[in-house]
């Protein structure tokens, strides 16, 4: 499951959306607003996303994800709009059976969001300037 969020997320519903008798590890990765990229003072962030195209080039990297991993649940939510120092960015939770590969798929498919979804950020920082990071 894929979705992009206008509104803040939290931790918990999100965990609570994955359940499965037959996993016995759940690992999840929050991005979160840092307050500096690359030595400058960043003070907060704003993402834009294509959700239909998002969702669907993420079903390729689910699908991927399940082929090389053994796990049964794979959630991912990623904010847009305005965001500030702190917050949650992206949110993801795997569920497998055993602990490793959650944690590899969860940094598998966390590297391939970040390639391959067209989730554009706008950094803006503390001396007014702003800028979109790997834009097109």
């Known amino acids: ?27 999840t990765f929050e991005g979160r607003v ?9 003070t907060r962030l704003e993402y834009e996303g294509a959700e239909l195209l998002a969702a669907n080039e993420f079903k390729s990297i689910e699908a991927e994800a399940s082929q090389r991993f053994d796990i049964t649940q794979l959630h991912c939510v990623h904010r847009t709009g305005m965001l500030e120092i702190g917050e949650i960015a992206v949110w993801m939770g795997v569920l497998a059976p055993h602990r490793g590969p959650a944690f590899d798929a969860c940094r598998y498919v966390i590297d391939e969001l970040k390639k391959r979804l067209p989730i554009w950020k706008k950094e803006y920082y503390a001396d007014g300037d702003s800028g979109w990071i790997n834009a097109p």
């Open 1 to 27: 499951m894929f979705a992009l969020s206008d509104r803040p997320l939290l931790e918990h519903p999100l965990v609570q959306s994955l359940a499965d008798p037959a996993a016995g590890a759940l690992v």
């Open 34 to 42: 840092r307050q500096q990229n690359q030595g400058r003072a960043v």
